[in-house]
């Protein structure tokens, strides 16, 4: 099944609508699992501060999927605070797509393979599994965060969700910085495997039983210019 790989959803989805409409069916109902949270909330303050109608995050991400033609009532927020493991296994059963978006990528993995315990479930769906940003990065069985994206501001590894097992690495919210480009050469030069680098705007659709890969651009490939490998 497919794997839609996103920098920015809403930019995304805005230059490659029709692209994206092959894959997101009218009548598809979707599991939203906004848990890459800044800090630790709970069940209140995630409903009415974090993720409320009329927050900016609801509103992108909900407004986003309505615009691909999803109905709002096929739309299920999964509250990491107060469903609990049996209902959210139900949810992710039901639904036909897995929405993670983005934040915090060390908060949803806590959530999802510790509090939550639903890695193995995540890892082996044959749904469709939507990712922005950290979302995106976290289907990676290893992945890294460059100084500029990380709340730590440094450039680190971390472990993810192996959803994709490991075909390559990518970058979200590229920027044309010389130096920026040439940290990702040198990731993929180090680790002897490809880097693509998503910018707003960008998605890569991959087929995670096929192996096959689609760029929508803007995206670029760094491709390692030696063997070496260099253990993370």
Same mark, same amino acid.
């Given at each position: 099944?497919?794997?839609?790989? /996103?920098?920015?959803?809403?930019?995304?989805?805005?230059?490659?609508?029709?692209?994206?409409?092959?894959?997101?069916?009218?009548?598809?109902?979707?599991?939203?699992?906004?848990?890459?949270?800044?800090?630790? $909330?709970?069940?209140?303050?995630?409903?009415?501060? +974090?993720?409320?109608?009329?927050?900016?995050?609801?509103?992108? +991400?909900?407004?986003?999927?309505?615009?691909?033609? =999803?109905?709002?009532?096929?739309? =299920? =927020? *999964?509250? *990491?605070?107060?469903?609990? %493991?049996?209902?959210? &296994?139900?949810? &992710?059963?039901?639904?036909?797509?897995? /929405? !993670?978006?983005?934040? #915090?990528?060390?908060?949803?993995?806590?959530?999802?393979?510790?509090?939550?315990? !639903?890695?193995?479930? $995540?890892?082996?769906?044959?749904?469709?599994?939507?990712?922005?940003?950290?979302?995106?990065?976290?289907?990676?069985?290893? +992945? /890294?965060?460059?100084?500029? #994206?990380?709340?730590?501001?440094? /450039?680190?590894?971390?472990?993810?969700?192996?959803? !994709?097992?490991?075909?390559?690495?990518?970058?979200?919210?590229?920027?044309?910085?010389?130096?920026?480009? #040439?940290?990702?050469?040198?990731?993929?030069?180090?680790?002897?495997?490809?880097?693509?680098?998503?910018?707003?705007?960008?998605?890569?659709?991959?087929?995670?039983?096929? &192996?096959?890969?689609?760029?929508?651009?803007?995206?670029?490939?760094?491709?390692?210019? %030696?063997?070496?490998? =260099? #253990?993370?």
């Amino acid at each position: 099944m497919y794997s839609l790989l /996103f920098s920015d959803f809403p930019k995304g989805v805005e230059k490659h609508y029709l692209d994206i409409r092959k894959y997101i069916k009218d009548n598809y109902k979707v599991a939203v699992l906004p848990w890459a949270f800044p800090v630790e $909330l709970d069940a209140e303050k995630f409903e009415n501060e +974090y993720f409320s109608k009329d927050t900016n995050r609801y509103q992108r +991400y909900i407004g986003a999927l309505k615009k691909l033609g =999803i109905k709002e009532e096929n739309i =299920i =927020i *999964c509250n *990491c605070y107060k469903d609990d %493991r049996d209902k959210l &296994l139900n949810i &992710l059963e039901d639904v036909d797509v897995i /929405f !993670l978006p983005g934040g #915090n990528p060390e908060m949803m993995y806590q959530k999802i393979v510790h509090d939550m315990e !639903l890695l193995y479930v $995540l890892k082996h769906t044959k749904k469709i599994v939507v990712g922005e940003s950290a979302g995106t990065e976290l289907q990676l069985k290893r +992945y /890294f965060i460059t100084a500029k #994206n990380n709340y730590y501001k440094y /450039f680190a590894f971390y472990d993810g969700l192996g959803l !994709l097992d490991d075909p390559f690495y990518m970058d979200v919210h590229t920027v044309n910085n010389k130096n920026y480009l #040439n940290k990702l050469q040198k990731v993929a030069d180090e680790k002897s495997k490809d880097v693509y680098a998503i910018y707003d705007g960008g998605v890569i659709i991959y087929n995670r039983d096929s &192996l096959k890969i689609s760029v929508l651009e803007p995206v670029k490939k760094f491709s390692p210019k %030696r063997s070496e490998r =260099i #253990n993370d």
